[in-house]
């Protein structure tokens, strides 16, 4: 599975910007799929996550209420809504996928695969 990341930019703060994530293949899989980002210094951290069977959802707390995960099977897309960005949130994005059975959505080393990256800068 290849995945592409799109949808970064440059953007002020209070503004917003939808990321996606393609798969290159059939589908993004059964299992979970979910974002990563990186600010700049520091190391990747989730950002959320979303069952591909369920589309139950999850977010880490320094977004929660303001991005919105959802995913498209047929369109074999995954999307990352974020709306009210602050300064903070400026990071490199990167989506990510698991088609093996168990993991978790919150543990980089369980993705099988991961996209490119995207960057988001959010001015002040």
């Known amino acids: 599975v290849q995945l592409q990341a799109s949808g970064g930019g440059w953007v002020q703060a209070g503004g917003s910007l939808r990321l996606s994530c393609v798969a290159s293949t059939r589908t993004l899989g059964n299992n979970f799929a979910g974002w990563f980002r990186q600010p700049p210094g520091k190391e990747r951290e989730f950002v959320s996550g979303?069952?591909?069977?369920?589309?139950?959802?999850s977010y880490a707390g320094s977004v929660k209420g303001r991005f919105t995960i959802s995913r498209d099977n047929a369109k074999k897309t995954m999307y990352l809504q974020m709306n009210s960005l602050i300064p903070e949130d400026t990071a490199i994005y990167y989506c990510?996928?698991?088609?093996?059975?168990?993991?978790?959505?919150?543990?980089?080393?369980?993705?099988?695969?991961w996209g490119q990256g995207t960057l988001v800068t959010v001015s002040s």
């Open positions: 979303i069952s591909l069977r369920s589309g139950a959802t």
């Open positions: 990510g996928a698991r088609v093996r059975t168990s993991g978790s959505w919150y543990v980089e080393d369980d993705y099988d695969y």
